[in-house]
């Protein structure tokens, strides 16, 4: 009998066995990782899919990372403009309620607190997230701001801020502290005449009033004639329809009809040349209506006697201009024509009061040599107040003022002057450089005043008002009424200068620093700090983009970019396959800016203790600093408000794209998942199914081992 061997059988129960054990591990492993596969080969039909799908997850993983880091960076900024925002009410607070109380150095208790706070705002804006400059736009290596101290006070060879305004103050107030303005002693005024007395009376349209209460009037009808023009007003006509019938043909009759408080009919001619004549108006109309037919005038020159009368007047040198007075063609029958024609007047000006017709003749204001003369129909010059058949000038009756120097930028800037003195002429601002003149024919009555508004360096006006008086010595904003014009015009040369030296010394040294300020602060692309074209600095006309960093510190440190303008495109991140948001920020932006140059000039001016001048520019200065700092969106200026409005766009932008990137990701995990992953309950039954077979096979196996041919030969 041929026994057969068993190792073929055993090896192959061996490998089964280890078939067994390899596909349990993998399954343990799969209910361990959830995956179906450790390797593409696994799947190699869906692999190409399943590369791309595990790419995108990639991107939005990384997308997610950033937008993370970014909307930490915003949320870092936000907290810092908060801050930012807070301490500028602060300041602006205790500026606006200030008062003058100096320290040994010339400063207030308040200025103190605003340099420490100056120290808190750049503080803020040198801010960092992730080792990156908040605040330095593109430049995120770089500090945002320099230090207070370094921009208040410099090197010994650049300057800072207290430098500038020192430089400053000197351009605008100039050697004489006039703030670059001339003031002369009297000198001769152009010829003048001053009409009084005129007692003419004023143009006025004709006017025909009914004497009869119209409201209920059912009308029987008749004919209406004004001007000439019938007008016929059919029978049943009720007071409204009268009015507009009439109303119809205020284009040929050049009148027009209307109803007053009583309910009476009320005619009135269009003009003070045009008269209202009703005669051949139908009696039992007029009745009805309660007019007496008839022509009414208006009121005009020609109504006064002056019809036929002529006037002429002449400035020395110049044609003579004749007002003839009439109802023809070029002839002159109310004030208001009179108005008209005096302005054509050669060599200077002429007006007419039109309340009650004094008319006012002046010679040019720079021609102090020509007289005037008037002359026409006898009498005729009386009625218009005119006194005087001529005038010539008068010596020490004009007083003036001017700018110094034509096109420059510092100093007062003439803007405007009124006054009520009597019988005075105040001119401009003309010529260049500017000039005002104020030129007194009589003395004026106490309580005349004459005011002049000043144009200030930051954009601000001041004016200064003199009031005459009686009093000698005046108080402060007064002049004396001399014994004659001349006298008179020498006590408003002298309040004058005095009062231009005080606002020299109180508004404009508080403006001048503030424009320092702004000079310094506002740097950008192409717009280094300006300084004063000098020394000499108190006869400078010009700025120069003269600050270097050699000569002149750099408050903002950070990049410049396209300009603080564009800050928000100097960062930018892409947050989603196709958008990306811009989240850049600089220091030197608008608002920012403002704020710092405000805090910093606070805390960088010092006034003379003892001056009677410095408590009003104290003031003067503070009050700047207040409305400054006041946010003025409305003005079109950019505030922090705005700042932050756009940064958290950006992080709205971010929370959107990551919502979606979100979903994005779930739907291809989803997918992915489906293709390498497992059921946890069909690998576990897997590996119970493959327990209970291997376990069989190792019993088997383990009873094959124990098998010998002996077990199955017969006993010997």
Not at 67 to 91: K, P
Not at 448 to 464: E, I, Q, R
Request: charge should be negative.
């Amino acid at each position: 009998m041929t026994v057969s061997g068993v190792s073929l059988p055993s090896a192959q129960l061996i490998q089964a066995l280890i078939d067994q054990r390899s596909e349990l591990d993998d399954l343990s492993r799969q209910l361990s990782t959830g995956q179906k596969v450790t390797t593409y080969a696994g799947i190699s039909s869906q692999a190409q899919l399943l590369v791309g799908l595990n790419s995108q997850l990639n991107t939005i993983a990384g997308l997610q990372s950033n937008n993370d880091i970014v909307n930490s960076r915003l949320s870092i900024a936000q907290s810092a403009l908060t801050q930012f925002d807070s301490v500028t009410q602060t300041v602006q607070q205790s500026a606006m309620q200030s008062n003058y109380t100096p320290g040994p150095n010339g400063q207030t208790v308040d200025q103190t607190f605003a340099g420490q706070q100056l120290d808190q705002l750049l503080n803020l804006l040198n801010t960092q997230a992730d080792n990156r400059f908040v605040f330095s736009g593109s430049a995120v290596d770089q500090q945002s701001v320099a230090s207070s101290s370094l921009i208040l006070n410099g090197t010994a060879t650049q300057a800072g801020l207290k430098q500038i305004i020192s430089e400053r103050n000197q351009a605008d107030l100039g050697a004489n502290g006039l703030g670059r303005l001339v003031i002369p002693g009297t000198s001769t005024s152009s010829a003048h005449i001053i009409g009084i007395g005129a007692t003419l009376k004023p143009d006025a349209p004709a006017v025909v009033s009914g004497t009869a209460n119209i409201q209920n009037l059912t009308s029987g009808g008749g004919a209406i004639v004004i001007n000439g023009d019938s007008i016929n007003i059919p029978a049943g006509s009720n007071a409204t329809a009268i009015v507009n019938t009439i109303n119809l043909q205020s284009g040929t009759t050049n009148v027009t009809a209307s109803i007053n408080a009583t309910n009476q009919l009320v005619l009135t001619s269009g003009n003070a040349n045009t008269a209202v004549d009703t005669t051949g108006t139908t009696l039992g109309l007029a009745g009805e209506l309660g007019l007496t037919p008839g022509i009414t005038q208006p009121m005009n020159l020609l109504q006064q006697g002056l019809s036929g009368q002529s006037l002429t007047i002449t400035v020395t040198g110049n044609p003579p201009l004749t007002l003839n007075f009439g109802a023809g063609a070029g002839q002159i029958s109310t004030l208001a024509g009179l108005k008209t024609a005096l302005a054509g007047l050669t060599g200077g000006t002429a007006t007419v009061d039109t309340s009650d017709g004094n008319i006012s003749i002046a010679a040019a204001a720079n021609n102090t040599t020509s007289n005037i003369t008037v002359a026409g129909t006898p009498g005729t010059a009386s009625l218009f107040g005119i006194q005087v058949a001529s005038a010539s000038p008068t010596a020490n009756t004009r007083v003036s003022l001017s700018e110094d120097v034509a096109g420059s930028v510092f100093g007062f800037k003439l803007g405007s002057v009124s006054s009520t003195l009597t019988n005075a002429t105040a001119t401009g601002p003309t010529g260049s450089p500017a000039s005002i003149s104020i030129d007194l024919a009589t003395n004026p009555n106490p309580g005349d005043a004459l005011t002049l508004a000043f144009k200030l360096p930051d954009g601000t006006t001041s004016n200064l008002t003199l009031t005459a008086t009686t009093s000698s010595p005046p108080a402060t904003g007064q002049f004396t009424i001399g014994a004659t014009p001349a006298a008179t015009a020498a006590n408003l040369q002298a309040a004058l200068t005095t009062g231009v030296t005080t606002l020299a010394a109180t508004d404009l040294t508080a403006a001048s620093a503030v424009e320092a300020a702004h000079n310094f602060f506002d740097v950008d692309v192409g717009q280094p700090p300006q300084r004063v074209a000098g020394p000499p600095f108190t006869t400078a006309t010009a700025l120069v983009a003269g600050g270097t960093a050699a000569n002149t510190v750099t408050w903002y440190t950070g990049g410049l970019g396209t300009g603080a303008a564009n800050a928000r495109s100097s960062v930018t991140s892409r947050v989603d396959g196709a958008l990306t948001v811009s989240y850049g920020i600089q220091a030197n932006e608008q608002a920012l800016r403002s704020v710092i140059e405000n805090v910093a000039v606070f805390a960088a001016t010092s006034f003379q203790v003892g001056n009677s001048n410095s408590g009003a520019a104290y003031t003067a200065l503070s009050k700047r600093v207040g409305l400054a700092l006041i946010p003025q969106s409305t003005s079109g200026n950019q505030t922090t408000v705005n700042i932050e409005t756009e940064l958290a766009n950006a992080q709205t932008s971010i929370k959107t794209a990551t919502t979606q990137q979100q979903q994005t990701q779930n739907t291809l995990q989803d997918f992915v998942q489906s293709i390498t992953g497992v059921s946890n309950e069909e690998v576990a039954a897997k590996i119970t199914t493959l327990q209970t077979q291997l376990q069989a096979s190792l019993q088997v196996t383990a009873m094959l081992t124990k098998l010998s041919i002996t077990n199955y030969l017969a006993p010997a």
